[in-house]
């Protein structure tokens, strides 16, 4: 079981992408699911989470307003809506569940990097002129 994420590219700053990520023989529907941010040369930074019903969302300062985790659980699918990108936003994604033993199924307080397993491969942003 493992999780795919999609969705990254280039864009110009000011510029919007969507990514996705799903789960594969594993299903998100049973987990809190955030999105983790690694800028070149730092260390992971956890941006977004959801919490299981999708009635619960938090986020990064960095980010407030301008992302949006939304999750569709019929497709088994959690995704991160970026708008207003900054070259700041420039890095990998990835995709990782709450694990529920850490969090009592919850999203981590302050989206802790290493309260989250599961993690996807990454889907790497770029936001440049």
């Known amino acids: 079981s493992h999780i795919v994420e999609s969705g990254g590219g280039l864009v110009q700053p000011g510029g919007s992408l969507k990514l996705s990520c799903t789960g594969s023989?594993?299903?998100?529907?049973?987990?809190?699911v955030g999105w983790i941010h690694q800028a070149p040369g730092k260390d992971r930074e956890g941006v977004a989470c959801?919490?299981?019903?999708?009635?619960?969302?938090y986020y990064a300062p960095s980010v407030q307003g301008r992302f949006t985790i939304s999750r569709d659980n019929t497709k088994n699918t959690v995704y991160l809506q970026m708008d207003s990108l900054k070259s700041g936003d420039t890095g990998f994604y990835y995709c990782?569940?709450?694990?529920?033993?850490?969090?009592?199924?919850?999203?981590?307080?302050?989206?802790?990097?290493?309260?989250?397993?599961?993690w996807g491969q990454g889907t790497q942003v770029t936001v440049s002129q």
């Open positions: 990782a569940t709450a694990n529920p033993l850490l969090t009592f199924g919850r999203c981590p307080a302050f989206l802790e990097p290493r309260k989250f397993e599961h």
């Open positions: 959801i919490t299981l019903s999708g009635g619960n969302t």
């Open positions: 023989g594993l299903s998100l529907d049973d987990y809190a």
